[in-house]
Antibody, heavy 121, light 106 residues
Framework: QVQLVESGGGVVQPGRSLTLSCAASGFTFRSYVMHWVRQAPDKGLEWVAVISSEGGDKYYADSVRGRFTISRDNSRDTLYLQMNSLRLEDTAVYYC??????????????WGQGTLVTVSS | EIVMTQSPATLSVSPGEGATLSCRASQSVNSNLAWYQQKPGQAPRLLIYGASTRATGIPARFSGSGSGTEFTLTISSLQFEDFAVYYCQQYNTWWTFGQGTKVEIK
């Protein structure tokens, strides 16, 4: 079945870096646009970044642009999020999510189970 | 940025009763609107896309309506497993979410 599994979360000090991974299975990963979405503790959902199916196009939320980098390895069916210069406000559960493959199907389905990133001194 | 506003923040409903959740966009998103359900400790799950189309496996008691700036999610007869937080999301211009509506047991 279609599955997304995030990993790499943990506790990190402000200003440090962390890289998240999202392993995909059950579908043709290289055909899909992929996203990262985060959720701060007891808060709502915030879109973070998107990458095209081949990895050439990347876009970011204003809150992370210049600090985070989304990438993918289609040979490994894996999505990444490199997070630099982490701030306290980056503390959140980070989810990867798949976008629909057809034109106009820009909703997210499915989502991974999430990985918690805690930025704390 | 398109701002999505959901109301109410919390809805108290008895099992078996119906519930109506609202979502308003700060500018038109056409029918590019999705609804997600999130239970504690779980990832969001897609319920509705295209404002009114149920995702695969979603029970018929969930229905969506609206277009432009006003949208509604209706749950016709709440089951215990429906008590959760519901988010709307526009995907017309980038992606933004509402702040969520918590549906709790009355």
């Amino acid at each position: 079945q279609v599955q997304l599994v995030e990993s790499g979360g943990g506790v990190v000090q402000p200003g440090r870096s962390l890289t998240l991974s999202c392993a995909a299975s059950g579908f043709t990963f290289r055909s899909y646009v992929m996203h990262w979405v985060r959720q701060a503790p007891d808060k709502g959902l915030e879109w973070v970044a998107v990458i095209s199916s081949e990895g050439g196009d990347k876009y970011y939320a204003d809150s992370v642009r210049g600090r985070f980098t989304i990438s993918r390895d289609n040979s490994r069916d894996t999505l990444y999020l490199q997070m630099n210069s982490l701030r306290l406000e980056d503390t959140a559960v980070y989810y990867c999510a798949r976008q629909g493959v057809l034109s106009g199907t820009h909703w997210f389905d499915p989502w991974g189970q999430g990985t918690l990133v805690t930025v704390s001194s | 940025e398109i701002v999505m506003t959901q109301s109410p923040a919390t809805l108290s409903v008895s099992p078996g009763e119906g519930a109506t959740l609202s979502c308003r966009a700060s500018q038109s998103v056409n029918s590019n609107l999705a609804w997600y359900q999130q239970k504690p400790g779980q990832a969001p799950r897609l319920l509705i896309y295209g404002a009114s189309t149920r995702a695969t496996g979603i029970p018929a008691r969930f229905s969506g309506s609206g277009s432009g700036t006003e949208f509604t999610l209706t749950i016709s007869s709440l089951q215990f497993e429906d008590f959760a937080v519901y988010y709307c999301q526009q995907y017309n211009t980038w992606w933004t979410f509402g702040q969520g509506t918590k549906v709790e047991i009355k």
